[in-house]
């Protein structure tokens, strides 16, 4: 027994030696640069061209034939009236109809190019949501710091920002050595497949090799990662697939004063309750691991012990972080049902009850095993294959294109956190992946908690300073990248 105890001691001894070892060699993996000097810019100008984007109603609906050409007619002779220089210097080509594709040709063509991508496309507003805006979204209206409307982060920050940062090194007189794509789809939000997979087509058809892809997804977020005072440049090196999956029940109709032992709606309902119940399992790998990699040696003692010691307390990380929706989507597949139909009268069963469900992939996952899930003979799963996208590859942290963009990225921002991320949404970049293994996804405005509600719903907005700040960070990178 003395023994047993004994024994027990010592391995709780060793087990702690070892976690407070690696804990204190936990390494930084933040890149050590000198900041540089903050690149002068007139911030009221940068947002009221900003501001003046935001107020083309460029709206991508789900029924393609409400597209409204004019808006993005208009938008394309705002950006030529706003920017002159760039329009001087880089050469355009138009798309399949609207895709715009600029490029400012190097003199080396043995450097490969960069593509940076934004889309000119954003969501409508919810019918019945628009009198709930502090100011209206597509006016373009600055007031209290911000520019206000729809798309100011999603995604025409990035794009007015990027042409602000070619503009700004055309008027310096850049020259640039290696060859810069800027290219702008315009169905982002519903696919991308006429704006950006045609852009990348016609690149792929060039022969362009990017040496990397750069895209929103995310951004220099403060206050979202609980333990981590310094704002953190959350960089998307993948994203998650996407699969919506159809759940159809049967049973027999007829009048409901005399129902069957199981209804059809019945049966459905205890389908999506199972799927509920029986969540993918969490893990944490890939882009996730990276992520603690980054961010464990730069947070406080507890947290750090945590992420320095998975091999032992990986169950602690999945279950404090996987208790928020936001961490718990980088951690698992998850399982959303959206849609849900039966019935057309009060007093008759219907014979057909369907469900549409919602999963995202996480990279190294299928949803091969979501049949089995569901697995009940009444009921029939078909993937719809039009919403189908397998998870992206994921960009290596080591290669120079993410050290290029992290340390970038604390040149314009010190004492930022930069962190490899994975981004659990779609985006345009997607469809760039065959061209590079270097896709990065990454916006340089400061976000809070509070702004990801924002995007896609009500006040969508940037700070003023925080849009400058991105287009410093865009400045920046060129400057690094291009000579
Ligand atoms: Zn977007």
Redesign the pocket.
């Known amino acids: 027994m003395k023994r047993a105890l004994l024994a027990l001691a010592l391995v709780v001894v060793v087990l702690a030696a070892v976690t407070l070892e690696r804990t204190v060699s936990f390494p930084s993996r933040q890149p050590q640069v000198a900041p540089v000097a903050v690149e002068p810019l007139d911030t009221a100008a940068l947002a009221r061209r900003l501001a003046g984007a935001l107020r083309f109603k460029t709206i991508s609906f789900q029924d393609s034939s409400q597209f409204d050409a004019r808006e993005f007619e208009g938008l394309h002779r705002y950006l030529r009236d706003s920017f002159p220089k760039l329009h001087a210097a880089l050469k355009l080509t138009r798309v399949n109809g609207y895709g715009l594709l600029y490029e400012w040709t190097g003199s080396d063509p043995g450097l490969a190019p960069l593509v940076l991508l934004a889309?000119q496309d954003v969501v409508p507003i919810e019918p019945g949501t628009e009198g709930r805006w502090t100011e209206p979204p597509f006016e373009g209206r600055i007031a209290a710091g911000y520019v206000w409307g729809r798309g100011a982060l999603?995604?025409k920050g990035s794009l007015v920002g990027l042409l602000e940062a070619v503009e700004h090194l055309v008027a310096a007189g850049t020259k640039p050595r290696r060859t810069l794509y800027l290219a702008f789809g315009y169905d982002?939000?519903v696919g991308g497949r006429r704006g950006a997979a045609r852009i990348a087509e016609l690149l792929a058809a060039r022969n362009v090799h990017p040496e990397f892809v750069l895209d929103?997804g995310g951004a220099l977020a403060t206050g979202l990662i609980t333990g981590l005072a310094a704002p953190a440049a959350l960089i998307g090196i993948a994203e998650k697939g996407y699969v919506t999956v159809e759940l159809t029940a049967q049973a027999e109709g007829g009048h409901s004063s005399m129902p069957p032992p199981a209804t059809a709606v019945g049966i459905l309902a205890a389908a999506i309750t199972r799927l509920e119940a029986h969540q993918m399992p969490r893990a944490i790998r890939g882009p996730t691991a990276d992520m603690f990699d980054y961010l464990g040696p730069e947070m406080s003692f507890a947290p750090r012990l945590v992420m320095a010691n998975r091999w032992l307390l990986g169950g602690i990380l999945t279950g404090r972080f996987g208790t928020t929706p936001q961490g718990n989507a980088l951690l698992r597949t998850t399982t959303a049902p959206t849609v849900l139909q039966a019935g057309v009268k009060e007093n008759v069963l219907p014979s057909t009850a369907r469900a549409l469900v919602n999963f995202r992939i996480l990279p190294g996952d299928s949803v091969a095993n979501v049949q089995r899930t569901v697995a009940d003979s009444r009921i029939g799963v078909r993937a719809l294959e039009a919403t189908f996208s397998n998870p992206s590859p994921v960009t290596p942290v080591e290669a120079e294109p993410f050290q290029l963009l992290a340390r970038t990225i604390r040149q314009v921002v010190p004492g930022a956190v930069v962190t490899p991320w994975l981004v659990v949404g779609g985006?345009d970049s997607r469809h760039y992946a065959r061209l590079t293994a270097n896709v990065l996804r990454f916006v340089g405005a400061t976000i809070g908690k509070d702004d990801l509600r924002r995007v896609h719903g009500t006040d969508e907005r940037v700070g003023v300073q925080a849009y400058a700040d991105a287009v410093r960070i865009y400045i920046q990178l060129l400057k690094n990248a291009l000579p």
């Open positions: 889309h999603d995604d982002e939000e929103e985006t």
